[in-house]
């Protein structure tokens, strides 16, 4: 008799291996209760590919083909050139298989009409990891914060996402940064790669639906040799009930002892809450810091070792046909804000 997927662990492949955040996920997915059991490069010399090898050297290479037309598989996971990543995640779905892609899940109008046509005709989903909420646990607990209504209603979110071009922990083992992260067709410009994080925060934090693009701004500040680099952008968000503005850019200094000084500032009508995600700069050391204040007073919380959910619940959606970790028309509208940012926005500097 055949197993079921309920009866074994999930069976999973990851495709694609150019970021390195594949480390994140595919440990988060293992964690879960899922077992890797292949691999699939489109570039065997990628510093991330041959880290992830030596990371699990037991698990075997295949054919990007070959692990689609395996009925064992039941779930994708890519963290292919951005420009990519959508057609590995279309053909894997309808493989049979739900996919789970390193924002952004796709970086053209055309490719997200085709990912949401491909889900309403296969039933499959298509989850993008947004790590810098999924994990990290001060951002879960200020969504139990602002959903106890102890600052009120949520009016407005501040998110701040600089991150610094020489940073190791996303260069490949210390490899440098490939020719694709300096082309703004292969990432999809700075407003749907790293401001997408901070466009899904900002419709979860604020329960909005949709919203609405009401300026934008990209620009090429420091890279007169790469015109076609992005290493700034501005977004401002408008939804019926709230408002939200986002800055991105890759401007970390090397003094920084991390990869960024990621901010989240969460107003309500009652107080606010402030996140340092990463650094407390002069401040406590480690990640995580939390800070909120309403009529009752300023709190601090420090969230290192949380447990974190979304992998859990993408195994659950698997198994039950959910949408317990993301709903999908919410990582639609994010990557709808993304893409809409990103072509709206005023061009400033060396672009081109």
């Not at 959508?86 to 996919?99: C, F, T």
């Not at 602002?146 to 210390?174: C, F, M, W, Y």
Request: aromatic residues 8%.
């Amino acid at each position: 008799m055949e197993t079921s997927s309920a009866d074994r662990p999930l069976k999973i492949a990851a495709i694609g291996l150019d970021h390195a955040h594949i480390y994140g996920q595919v440990p988060g997915l293992i964690a879960a209760g899922c077992e890797l059991v292949a691999t699939a490069t489109r570039d065997d010399d990628s510093s991330i590919a041959r880290g992830l090898r030596e990371r699990y050297p037991d698990v075997p290479v295949r054919t990007e083909q070959e692990i689609l037309d395996d009925p064992e598989i039941d779930l994708i996971v890519t963290a292919a050139i951005p420009k990519d990543r959508a057609e590995i995640a279309i053909a894997a779905m309808r493989a049979g298989k739900d996919v789970v892609t390193d924002k952004p899940g796709c970086t053209t109008f055309e490719q997200l009409e085709e990912i949401k046509k491909t889900v309403e005709e296969t039933g499959r989903f298509w989850s993008i990891t947004f790590s810098e909420r999924f994990e990290v646990p001060s951002v879960a607990r200020a969504g139990e914060i602002a959903r106890s209504g102890a600052i009120g209603t949520i009016i407005q979110t501040l998110g701040l996402g600089p991150h610094r071009e020489g940073d190791r922990v996303h260069l490949g083992d210390a490899a440098g940064r490939p020719a694709w992260f300096y082309d703004e067709a292969n990432f999809g410009g700075i407003l749907v790669d790293i401001c997408s994080h901070q466009i899904d925060q900002f419709l979860w934090f604020t329960g909005s639906d949709t919203a609405e693009v009401v300026a934008s701004t990209v620009g090429n500040f420091a890279h007169p040799d790469d015109p076609h680099m992005n290493d700034f952008g501005e977004v401002l968000l408008r939804s019926d009930n709230a408002q939200g503005y986002v800055r991105v850019d890759w401007f970390t200094p090397q003094g920084l002892p991390t990869w960024g000084d990621g901010r989240l500032f969460i107003l309500g009508t009652k107080g606010y809450i402030e996140l340092r995600k990463y650094v407390d700069v002069e401040g406590r050391s480690g990640t995580n810091h939390l800070f909120w204040v309403n009529d009752e007073g300023t709190h601090y919380e420090q969230l290192d070792g949380v447990p974190l959910t979304y992998y859990d619940h993408v195994v659950a959606d698997v198994r039950d046909r959910t949408h317990t970790a993301a709903p999908q028309e919410h990582t639609f509208e994010v990557m709808r804000l993304a893409l809409t940012a990103q072509q709206q926005a005023a061009r400033r500097g060396h672009l081109q």
